[in-house]
Nanobody, 127 residues
Framework: QVRLAESGGGSVQAGGSLRLSCAAV???????????MGWWRQALGKDREIVAA????????YYADSVKDRFTISRDNAKKMLYLQMNNLKPEDTAIYYC?????????????????WGQGTQVTVSS
């Protein structure tokens, strides 16, 4: 079984910061084979899009162009946690943010590579 639970969402003013966290409850395989993990978001009336991803070891990362230099993804495999530090937030960042995991462990920005999803946490940025 895989369970992902996001937290840290909320409402902030433009230019502010938030840190999202994702707690993972994984199968026995997690101890020996960390998962590919990423953050996705879905704004009202839009499709879900990749925000950032991190490889199983935490060294390789991917960022959507819209969040580069503002967001930082990281993971703590010992604690089974995933984080997204969001700085200089903009109104267009407003969306439901989802934590996701893929069983391959390979860095990917493709939605099809993520088979496990959290329930989402709302981030609202006001101007």
């Amino acid at each position: 079984q895989v369970r992902l639970a996001e937290s840290g969402g909320g409402s902030v003013q433009a230019g502010g910061s938030l840190r999202l966290s994702c707690a993972a409850v994984l199968s026995w395989g997690y101890a020996y084979g960390p998962y590919l993990m990423g953050w996705w978001r879905q704004a009202l009336g839009k499709d879900r899009e990749i925000v950032a991803a991190v490889g199983s070891r935490g060294g390789r990362t991917y960022y959507a162009d819209s969040v580069k230099d503002r967001f930082t993804i990281s993971r703590d495999n010992a604690k089974k946690m995933l984080y997204l530090q969001m700085n200089n937030l903009k109104p267009e960042d407003t969306a439901i943010y989802y934590c996701a995991a893929g069983s391959s462990g390979r860095l990917s920005s493709l939605e099809s590579d993520y088979g496990y999803w959290g329930q989402g946490t709302q981030v609202t940025v006001s101007s």
